[in-house]
């Protein structure tokens, strides 16, 4: 047994007790959730439970989406390796199948799936992938022991029609007069509650790697009224963020409104003609679901506790990437932003108690989860994946394994759908850079082929808002040095 294996057993002493060798894990990811949140200072979205749970826990400020939209990040999450290395680079790459085919054409294993290999009882539920788990499904029984399903409600729907069919389609927000269990996420949280119950009472000695993805906040922003109510309408402020200047649009800003043509209520409008009242509804109704998200959370960890399970059970928190709400005239996802890939973190290791309620600004991607876990719960870590262990941050917050952290874009260069793509890089010494170039994504370019460069000081001492000023013309040198990070691979 080297040292890295024996450590965490040997602070985990009350699971010994109990027979069991390895700690358990609770992998909680929620859909589009942004990092503007109260555990990360003034926020006006109220999450009470994620707040209590950052005193038990270790909060961290720059963790990052490696790919700024659900398929491809969670595929990279998935198989810690990063989108243009193997990993998935379009949505629907990002469904659990072709993630796990890939990632085998590469010698890796699902995180899940390398769980299971372990000893592990993995249960999964609810939108880890691009999919939700689907019970009976094959590739659901490669990651999972057992599978949770999460057939509830999500938003009610009116017919209307699309290019001359008939199509039935979710208005953007719903207040429901459902409960909180009836509701798609509600429902597959009350059924991890029981399987943690019925797994406490069993006696056996195996430890269990829980996965639950919830959709909320992403849209239809529909919840139950109840969530609705904590706010006010009055008091909804819609941002007066503007683009930043001197880019490229096409290349880093995404389209105005994609979000709005697949709701039936908003499909008639974009990014500029969408009345102020629905805007004002839509930041309403996303504060709403993150409310109920984080309602079930606390649920989660509710039942960890009540099944004395939470002091021997390893808890990560996230979310798939990060979100706007009209920033930049913009809504949902998919730039390069800091507010579209930077992403809520927090982690709680058991045997790291002396540094709860700490907040660190190590740098981590979505793709380190996986090799954290394996070192926190003493497995080898696997060969050929890209993530970094931040086990040890865990112990001091001071420490990072990274200095800098990548994201990944393909995108439609021209009009005549030409490709090009782009990278960013966020690095400790506080700037956000990023590359634009016109070819596949895949295609590493030389320096002589990017045609556009941004270059923000997002993290300056004592900086608390987001900078939109693009610098790149006023650091050359500093400029050279982050376009030689970002043209590496790592
Ligand atoms: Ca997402």
Redesign the pocket.
């Known amino acids: 047994m080297n040292f890295k294996t024996f450590l965490p057993l040997m602070l985990l002493g009350t699971s010994l007790l109990h027979g069991q060798s390895k700690p358990n894990v609770l992998f909680i990811i929620v859909?589009?959730l942004m990092k503007q949140l109260e555990v990360y200072g003034d926020s006006p979205i109220k999450t009470p439970e994620l707040l209590k749970f950052s005193k038990e826990a270790m909060t961290f400020d720059r963790a990052y989406a490696q790919y700024p939209?659900?398929g491809p990040?969670r595929a990279a999450l998935m198989t810690s390796r990063f989108p243009d290395n193997g990993g998935a680079t379009y949505n629907k790459a990002g469904k659990s199948a072709m993630v796990q085919k890939n990632a085998a054409k590469f010698g890796v294993q699902t995180m899940p799936a390398y769980f299971k290999s372990q000893g592990y009882i993995t249960v999964g539920g609810g939108k880890l992938y691009h999919n939700s788990v689907m019970p009976d499904k094959a590739d659901t029984a490669v990651d999972f022991n057992v599978a949770l399903s999460n057939h509830g409600h999500d938003g009610k729907k009116k017919k209307v029609k699309v290019d001359g069919k008939i199509k039935k389609m979710t208005f953007i927000t719903e207040a429901s007069n459902k409960g909180p269990f009836e509701h798609k996420d509600g429902l597959l949280v009350k059924q991890a509650k029981d399987w943690m119950a019925q797994h406490a009472g069993s006696g056996e000695g195996k430890p269990f790697f829980m996965c639950i993805g919830l959709k909320k906040p992403?849209s239809p922003y529909s919840c139950p009224k109840s969530f609705w109510d904590i706010y006010k309408r009055e008091e909804m402020e819609v941002s007066s963020v503007k683009a930043p200047n001197d880019i490229l649009s096409h290349y880093s800003l995404s389209s105005p409104d994609a979000l709005l043509k697949v709701h039936s209520d908003t499909m008639k409008y974009d990014g500029v003609t969408l009345p102020h009242a629905k805007k004002e509804e839509m930041i309403h109704g996303y504060q709403a679901c993150v409310s109920y998200a984080d309602f079930l959370c606390g649920e989660l960890l509710k039942a960890l506790k009540e099944n004395e399970l939470y002091d021997n059970t390893i808890v990560v928190f996230t979310?798939?990437?990060g979100y706007k709400l009209g920033e930049y005239d913009r809504w949902a996802?998919y730039t390069l932003h800091e507010k579209d890939t930077v992403v809520p973190f927090l982690v709680r290791a058991p045997q790291h108690k002396g540094q709860f309620g700490r907040k660190t600004k190590a740098i981590v991607g979505l793709i380190d989860i996986y090799p954290s876990l394996a070192e926190l719960c003493g497995l080898p870590i696997p060969d050929k994946i890209d993530g970094k262990s931040f086990a040890k941050t865990l112990s001091d917050p001071n420490w990072s394994e990274r200095q800098y952290i990548r994201a990944v874009l393909p995108r439609v260069a021209k009009e005549d759908h030409s490709k090009g793509a782009g990278v960013s890089i966020i690095h400790e010494n506080g700037y956000r850079y990023h590359h634009w170039w016109e070819g596949e994504l895949s295609s590493f370019p030389k320096a002589s082929d990017i045609v556009g460069y941004e270059l923000y000081d997002h993290y300056r001492e004592n900086q608390t808002a987001i900078s939109t000023r693009n610098i790149y013309k006023e650091k050359p040198e500093l400029l050279t040095q982050m376009r030689e990070l970002a043209l590496r691979k790592d």
């Open positions: 859909d589009d939209l659900c990040s992403h979310s798939d990437h996802k």
